[in-house]
Nanobody, 115 residues
Framework: VQLVESGGGLVQPGGSLRLSCAAA????????MSWYRQAPGKERELVAF????????NYAGSVKGRFTISRDNAKNTVYLQMNDLKPEDTAVYFC?????????WGQGTQVTVSS
């Protein structure tokens, strides 16, 4: 199983980024998908979650209204649209796939919000 994130980078406060996570080696439509992030010296935290079918989502309070998670089961890909980025959004962002008791992680992509 491989989860490969892309789309991270350096952006100014107020800017936008779109993260992608391409999955391979699993039946993508079976898996609930999530984005987590981990800032230096802090624990990994859940940012956004989308169920396998139907599109139901949930967000951390700190990103609600600014971030949008979506998925394309035909492309085995989950996205995180991040708008109005703030310096406190700086972190490594990880994609995660979960089904039953199985969880897979990607390698992460760095997002840095700075002027």
């Amino acid at each position: 199983v491989q989860l490969v994130e892309s789309g991270g980078g350096l952006v100014q406060p107020g800017g936008s980024l779109r993260l992608s996570c391409a999955a391979a080696g699993l039946t993508f439509s079976n898996y609930d998908m999530s984005w987590y992030r981990q800032a230096p010296g802090k624990e990994r935290e859940l940012v956004a979650f989308i169920i396998n079918v139907g599109g139901s989502t949930n967000y951390a309070g700190s990103v609600k209204g600014r971030f949008t998670i979506s998925r394309d089961n035909a492309k085995n890909t989950v996205y995180l649209q991040m708008n109005d980025l703030k310096p406190e959004d700086t972190a490594v962002y990880f994609c995660s796939a979960y089904y039953s008791t199985i969880r897979y992680w990607g390698q992460g992509t760095q997002v840095t919000v700075s002027s």
